[in-house]
């Protein structure tokens, strides 16, 4: 029953991940990067505390009493999350909903997987998987096999995006995706993909305030919500940057008070999205706290991710035009993907 709650968990949280940017997609008059540090206000800054202070009362005081390596680690991995959160937002605007969170969420399940396990073959942590033990052991190379698997689903779904990028006239194209652009958005996306990892890293950085949370009798369920709120300065930081860069380089500033778009929509709609992000976390950390295993959750939680930003990219019509031997590649990447995510988190249940 706990692990069919953690599955029920984690559903809910990658329909919100897959869902997010909707919302973006009706705010008009706007730059990206105006409506994209709007959201990001809430997802970072706004809910996170609001969320840690409904469910873990107290939480800023286990913030103040955890010790200086523990935060700066925790936000060192939030702001290199961030830098792939960020560019997770430019590569769903350049490849679409589909082939973007395809390729994205990938790469950033396979780096998920393997990673931690590399830098605990060199930095020796108790009761940490090492990359040796992923070799020796029959579970450790089930997840090996899954990752390379996943590196073959990511191969087709750019196969797709390349079939796409032949079939489909410049306007069609536009249709699809406004910005469609296979190159910049397969760098982006790999790159993104790649950072992207670096929050389940913060997460086991910041292990010991979720900890903290449970011993002074708080909801386990819950816990991971400590964390998320220094994790998430990290990602605001670098976000914030980015983006007032963007606004200051094109001028952009005056989106915030420009009276000739829909202000009250504009900023109804970014925090929508900002919201919805964080709710995927908020309903992670549930998931996790019930299957007691942070690499098949992460696994997990990409998979849903995947399955319902394709629901979405179905629905946008994003594939629409193109030939049926293009929809089946990117179905068959789709699905190799999720055999993948299915198959590195078996291996690691099998631990």
């Known amino acids: 029953m706990e692990a069919l709650l953690g599955i029920i968990f984690h559903f809910i949280g990658g ?14 008059g706007w730059h990206w990067e105006s409506y994209w540090i709007i959201g990001g206000l809430f997802s970072w800054l706004i809910v996170p505390p609001i969320a840690a202070w409904l469910t873990v009362p107290g939480f800023s005081e286990i913030i103040r009493a955890t010790p200086f390596e523990t935060i700066k680690y925790t936000v060192m991995f939030g702001v290199l999350w961030g830098i792939g959160g960020l560019t997770y937002g430019l590569g769903i605007r350049y490849l679409g909903m589909s082939l973007g969170n ?12 393997l990673v931690p396990s590399i830098y605990y073959n060199y930095v020796s942590t108790p009761g940490k998987t090492t990359f040796n033990d992923l070799l020796t052991t029959s579970w450790g190379r089930v997840v090996l096999a899954g990752v390379i698997i996943c590196l073959l689903g990511i191969y087709i779904c750019g196969r797709a995006g390349m079939l796409k990028e032949k079939e489909l006239s410049a306007e069609e194209k536009q249709k699809s995706v406004s910005e469609f652009s296979l190159v910049k958005g397969l760098i982006v996306a790999v790159f993104s993909g790649i950072m992207s990892a670096c929050f389940n890293f913060g997460i086991e950085a910041g292990k010991p305030m979720a900890e903290a949370a449970v011993a002074q009798g708080m909801n386990p369920l ?46 109804l709609f970014s925090a929508m999205a ?18 007691g295993n942070g690499a098949s959750s992460w696994i997990l939680h990409m ?20 030939s049926k031997k293009t929809k089946t590649t990117i179905t068959l990447g789709i699905i190799t993907i999720i055999l993948s995510v299915i198959l590195v988190g078996y291996g690691n249940s099998l631990k």
């Open 15 to 28: 329909t919100a991940a897959g869902s997010f940017y909707m919302p973006f997609k009706k705010v008009k």
């Open 303 to 322: 998979a849903f991710i995947i399955l319902v930003a394709n629901m979405w990219g179905i629905v946008l019509k994003e594939w629409k035009g193109v």
């Open 274 to 291: 900002g919201t919805i992000w964080f709710l995927q976390f908020f309903f992670y950390g549930m998931g996790e706290s019930k299957l």
């Open 222 to 267: 819950f816990q991971n919500n400590v964390t998320f709120v220094v994790l998430l300065w990290g990602g605001l930081a670098t976000n914030f940057i980015w983006c007032m860069i963007l606004n200051i380089r094109n001028k952009t500033f005056k989106d915030y008070t420009n009276k000739k778009t829909s202000l009250s929509k504009n900023y």
């Open 102 to 113: 395809s390729v994205i969420l990938g790469f950033c399940s396979a780096f998920g997987a």
